[in-house]
């Protein structure tokens, strides 16, 4: 069973939801008596994650792989890719380049171009 392993980047959480009209007053009341506040803008999740744009391909690698729940020696079986080479790839140590992508698209059925770069 894979776990996750890695701290929260933050100590709050940025909730977004919809109420009706009627309601928002009571809603805005209950929260404040909570000790929640507003915030009247959203944030990119790219900025709430602290995920760089050359970040994204590992990082949909390491989603997609958990998504399927596989281990990277698994993935490495299915794509034929080396397990250090996956493990480089998820680390953002190595590209994943486009032959690469199509294996990995096809191992995590997912689009290839997830995998590329920006």
Excluded: C
Excluded at 81 to 102: D, F, L, V, Y
């Amino acid at each position: 069973m894979l776990e996750h392993t890695n701290a929260p980047r933050t100590e709050t959480v940025r909730l977004a939801f919809e109420v009706p009209p009627a309601l928002v007053d009571k809603v805005l009341e209950a929260m404040r008596a909570y000790g929640l506040r507003e915030e009247s803008e959203a944030v990119p999740w790219r900025e709430a994650l602290n995920i760089r744009d050359e970040d994204l391909p590992a990082t949909f690698l390491r989603g997609a792989r958990g998504r399927e729940n596989l281990t990277q020696k698994l993935l490495s079986e299915l794509s034929g890719i080396p397990i250090r080479h996956i493990s480089e790839m998820e680390s953002g140590k190595r590209p994943i380049g486009k032959k690469n992508a199509r294996l990995l698209g096809k191992a995590l059925n997912a689009d290839p171009r997830l995998f590329l770069s920006v």
